[in-house]
C-alpha cells in the first residue's frame, strides 16, 4: 500500500481550478489532463499512448499513475480553499471523458477512481502538508509515520478496519510524529515557557536551528534545534554561540559536555508536555497521542471530520 499526494491543477482547457475539482468529487475520482479527442473511453494503456503521445509528447505523469498508483492506496488532496481531503483509491488507471468534461471543457482525463472524505486542516500530517509546496503534480510521501497515520485516519473516516494498523510504528507518539510535527511541538513548548518564536526565522537554510525564540521581558534571543529517529545531536556544536540553544532529539540522543548556553529538553519532559496540554493540541498531535496510547482499537472513538 502506498500514499501519495496529488495537484489537482487542469493545465489545458477553459475551465478553472474550482469547477475542476468540483467535476472530481463529483464523478468519483481524481487525476489530470492530457485528453485527446481521438479517445473517448479507455483502460488500455497502448491504444491511448499511441495517440497522445503523438499530441502531447512524453507522458510522465500518465505513466506514472498507471505504472504506481493501484486499488488500496490512499492518496491525500487538496482544493483551492486550503480544504484537505483523503481519498481511497478504488482502481488503477484509465482514461475517461464524459459530456460534462466536454462541455465545460474541464482538463482531467487520466484518472483514478476513488472514494474521497474530507479532513480538517488540523488533522493533516505535517509531512503531507510539506508535500504540497513542491510543484511535482502527483508524488508518494514517503513516511511511515505518515502513512501508518493516514492508514488509521481512514480507518476513522469510514468508520471501520479497513486498514491493519503497524503497532510497531504506532506504541510511541515520537515515532508517529513527522520532522516537522516535532519541531511544532517543541516550538508549543517553548511558548508554554514564555518564549516565543520568531515565525520570520523558520526557514531551511538555516541549517544550524529551526527557529529563534525570544522572551519578551528580556529581549534574551535563544535558538531551537530538533532531530528525531537516529541522528545524535552534539551540545559542543553549539558552546560557541552566543547565545542560548534548545535542544530536542526525539530518543535522547545528546552527546558532547555539557554548556552553560544548551538546554537539552527530554523526550520525558516533551511526552509529559503532550499529556498536559492535549485539551488545546493541534488535532493531529491528540490524534497521534491517543493513538501510540491506545492503538488502533481508538478508530470507532474519534470523529476527525467534525
Avoid at 477553459?14 to 483502460?43: H, I
Avoid at 511544532?184 to 523558520?202: A, C, E, T
Wanted: glycine share 6%.
Amino acid at each position: 500500500m502506498y500514499l501519495f499526494r496529488i495537484h489537482i491543477r487542469p493545465g489545458g482547457g477553459e475551465a478553472d481550478m474550482p469547477t475542476t475539482f468540483a467535476y472530481c468529487l463529483k464523478q468519483g475520482f481524481l487525476g489530470v489532463g492530457w485528453r485527446v479527442n481521438s479517445v473517448r473511453n479507455t483502460k488500455n494503456w497502448e491504444s491511448y499512448y499511441a495517440a497522445a503521445s503523438k499530441e502531447h509528447g512524453k507522458l510522465n505523469v500518465c505513466q506514472y499513475i498507471k505504472d504506481w498508483v493501484s486499488k488500496g492506496d490512499l492518496v491525500w488532496t487538496r482544493d483551492t480553499h486550503g480544504q484537505y481531503y483523503l481519498a481511497r483509491v478504488s482502481s488503477g488507471w484509465e482514461y475517461w471523458s464524459c459530456d460534462e468534461a466536454g462541455e465545460k471543457d474541464i482538463d482531467i482525463a487520466n484518472i483514478f477512481r476513488c472514494d474521497t472524505r474530507p479532513v480538517h486542516i488540523d488533522a493533516v500530517p505535517g509531512k503531507v502538508v510539506a508535500c504540497f509546496r513542491a510543484p511535482r503534480t502527483i508524488q508518494e510521501v514517503k513516511c511511515d509515520s505518515a502513512r501508518e497515520y493516514s492508514k488509521f485516519l481512514w480507518n476513522v473516516l469510514a468508520d471501520g478496519e479497513v486498514y491493519q494498523i503497524d503497532d510497531t510504528l504506532c506504541n510511541d507518539v515520537f515515532m508517529l510524529l513527522d520532522d516537522e510535527e516535532t519541531e511544532d511541538l517543541l516550538f508549543l513548548f517553548l511558548q508554554s515557557k514564555g518564549w516565543y518564536v520568531i515565525p520570520n526565522s523558520r526557514k531551511k537554510d538555516t541549517m544550524s536551528f529551526e527557529y529563534l525564540v525570544v522572551r519578551p521581558e528580556s529581549g534574551e534571543i535563544a535558538a531551537a534545534q530538533v532531530k528525531t529517529g537516529g541522528s545524535t545531536l552534539n551540545r559542543d556544536d553549539y558552546v560557541h554561540l552566543p547565545h542560548r540553544v534548545f535542544l530536542f532529539q526525539a530518543n535522547d540522543l545528546y552527546q558532547g559536555n555539557e554548556a552553560a548556553n544548551v538546554t537539552c529538553v527530554s523526550r520525558k519532559e516533551l511526552r509529559g508536555f503532550l499529556s498536559e496540554a492535549r485539551s488545546w493540541l493541534p488535532e493531529v498531535l491528540r490524534t497521534k497521542l491517543s493513538l501510540a496510547e491506545q492503538g488502533p482499537a481508538l478508530t470507532r472513538k474519534l470523529a476527525l471530520t467534525e
